[in-house]
């Protein structure tokens, strides 16, 4: 599983100029089951995206498809953990890593 960590690098006029087309983004990697959670940093300065546990080379490309990364208005830091213990009803996290 992995922990996407991302960091605004512009001001948030830009960001937002993108929100629309990163939404759809994100929605994109929904369905095809790649995502489990994302949502905003606060403060707004990034935002966190949990992604299931798949090939390093072929989550860079999606991330590179993110229009946020695309037009570089904020970095990716890519985080890789196993998750081992959670709380009742989370064994998703755990399937993740599958």
Known sequence: MYILNLRYIKPLEEIDVLLEEHIEFLK?????GVFIAS??????TGGVILAKNIELEILEKIISEDPFKRDGVAEYEVIEFIPTM????YGILKDATE
Do not use: Q
Request: charged share 35%; no cysteine; proline share 7%.
């Open 28 to 32: 994109r990697n929904y369905a095809n």
């Open 39 to 44: 949502g905003r940093k606060v403060p707004r």
């Open 86 to 89: 959670m709380a009742d009803g």
